[in-house]
């Protein structure tokens, strides 16, 4: 495990309608201590992506927490004609302080393009929150021998707005809602590469800050052999993280 803080987020994806994110948040803020003061100081950091209108729910219901928040995705507009679009202002004003770009299932489902994906990091940048850059190959570039590769292309796109805060997230795609998780040694692998990659293009101190997520069927079973390994920093959990007591488990595996 590394000195970096780890950071466990909570990717809800289309899931949990406003009495369920009232209850979860019940229930997580009950287990995790009373208060989910605990979750403070050495613990890992949180932060959970729900669905755009689950946003308010639980901002409220998460008042006095540790927990943050963060939107699932940005327009990299501030504002505009762009119907079914959330933008940076707007999540900012819901509570936001983080926000996903890239994630494979946006790539995948909307064609999102690494040119898209570094304009919404820049746009996260300018409004104020923290993007989590997600990167991860597909089954059939893996097996064709081109994992590095897409990882490295991927990462210095991104990067192309030379953030001054993110983090990342491998998430292998053929790891995603399919229990087929990456053994620790395949994630360390792909970590250490995109750690190397980051230091030439950001340098040594930036790459050694620099938090990488796990993310692909991380559950409370495998948590623990996954953030043994140095360059992995925490998770982003899709499944697992509806469940607030299988989502309590992963961030206390990375607890101290
Ligand atoms: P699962 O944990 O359901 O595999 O999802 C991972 C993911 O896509 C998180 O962003």
Redo the contacts with the bound molecule.
């Keep these: 495990m590394s000195a970096r803080r780890p950071l466990v987020g909570g ?1 809800w994806k289309m899931h949990l309608t406003s009495a369920e994110a009232r209850d979860w948040a019940a229930r997580f803020g009950r287990q995790a201590g009373g208060q989910t003061g605990r979750l403070a100081g050495r613990q890992a950091e949180v932060v959970l992506f729900p669905s755009f209108p689950l946003l308010p729910v639980l901002a409220r219901a998460l008042t006095g927490s540790p927990v943050a928040l963060g939107g699932q995705d940005l327009h990299p507009a501030a504002s505009g004609a762009h119907t079914g679009d959330v933008s940076g202002p707007q999540l900012a004003d819901a509570g936001c302080s983080w926000v996903l770009c890239g ?1 494979s ?1 946006r790539r995948q489902d909307h064609g999102e393009t690494d040119a898209e994906v570094a304009a919404k990091v820049a746009a996260a940048g300018r409004h104020g929150l923290v993007p989590l850059v ?1 990167l991860g190959e597909t089954a059939g570039e893996r097996r064709g021998g081109e994992t590095f590769a897409v990882l490295t292309r991927q990462l210095r796109a991104a990067l192309e707005p030379r953030p001054e805060r993110f983090a990342l ?1 491998y ?1 292998p795609v053929w ?3 399919t229990g087929d998780t990456a053994t620790p040694e395949t994630a360390q692998e792909a970590h250490a590469v995109l750690r190397r990659t980051l230091s030439e293009i950001l340098g040594a101190a930036v790459a050694a800050r620099c938090r990488i997520l796990y ?4 559950n409370p079973d495998n948590a623990a052999a996954l953030i043994a390994q140095p360059d992995l920093d925490g998770f ?5 993280s509806l469940d607030p007591d299988r989502f309590l488990a992963i961030i206390r595996a990375c607890g101290p």
Excluded: K, R, T
Excluded at 215 to 218: E, I, K, M, N
Excluded at 236 to 240: E, M, T
């Design positions: 990717n994630h299932e997600c997230a998430e790891a995603i809602g993310g692909g069927s991380a982003l959990v899709g499944g697992a």
